[in-house]
């Protein structure tokens, strides 16, 4: 099994940034790509961004492209998202998830292993 526990969330005015982090414990070696995917209340869970470990190819929602920036730690099995210039529509519940697929998905459907979540809270 895999475990993935995020951490960094938190509340910040809007402009501000925040560095979110997931670290991957357990049978890491299935994983092939990673996902941030985030929930507001009352809404249904969004794609945010995605990497895949091996070459480090990202693909990113266009509502956050130009601000937020997913990278990964190979040796440290972790991946972050860097969030600037945030919004209040940023406010969310961020989940960091595990793909054994090659490719990069943006349906979480397509995830195998989930963290925690970890709450954002931007404000206006």
Known sequence: QVQLVESGGGSVQ??????????????????????????ASGKEREFVAAIVWSDGTTSYADSVKGRFTISRDNAKNAVYLQMNSLKPEDTAVYYCAGTRR???????????????????????
Do not use: H, K, P
């Open 14 to 39: 809007a402009g501000g940034s925040l560095r979110l982090s997931c670290a991957a414990s357990g049978r890491t070696f299935s994983i092939r790509a990673m996902g941030w995917f985030r929930q």
């Open 102 to 124: 090659y490719y990069i998905s943006r349906a979480g459907s397509e995830y195998d292993y989930w963290g925690q979540g970890t709450r954002v809270t931007v404000s206006s």
